[in-house]
């Protein structure tokens, strides 16, 4: 299993409305996180800065070379567009982190 983290950003305003889309997360989405090796994901928000962070967990990270090319993940990025930060083909605008400390 490896962990993976990273940022993202949110546009001021939306705070609540990303949390509401997250809260209604589709089915069909989770079923392609789950069937991509996803075990955990969690993201943070801070709302001094609006920046999100993710942390997951995954099988493979191989597994997740070809999600974006993924229907399901292309119409999600498409829905969030609207509300943080995104790249030209929709997908959000991702920083990875690297681990520096881990306990468990």
Not at 3 to 17: D, Q
Not at 37 to 56: A, H, K, P
Request: aromatic share 12%; with cysteine; charged share 30%.
């Amino acid at each position: 299993m490896v962990r993976r983290a990273f940022t993202m950003k949110l546009f001021p305003g939306f705070e609540e409305e990303y949390k509401k889309r997250h809260d209604n997360l589709w089915p069909e989405l989770k079923d392609l996180l789950k069937k991509s090796g996803v075990r955990e994901y969690s993201i943070y928000l801070d709302d001094c800065s609006l920046t999100l962070f993710g942390v997951m967990q995954v099988e493979d990270p191989a597994l997740l070379q070809n999600l974006g090319e993924h229907p399901v993940m292309k119409k999600w990025w498409a829905y969030m567009q609207d509300i943080m930060e995104t790249n030209p083909d929709n997908s959000p605008q991702s920083v990875p982190l690297k681990e520096v400390f881990y306990i468990s």
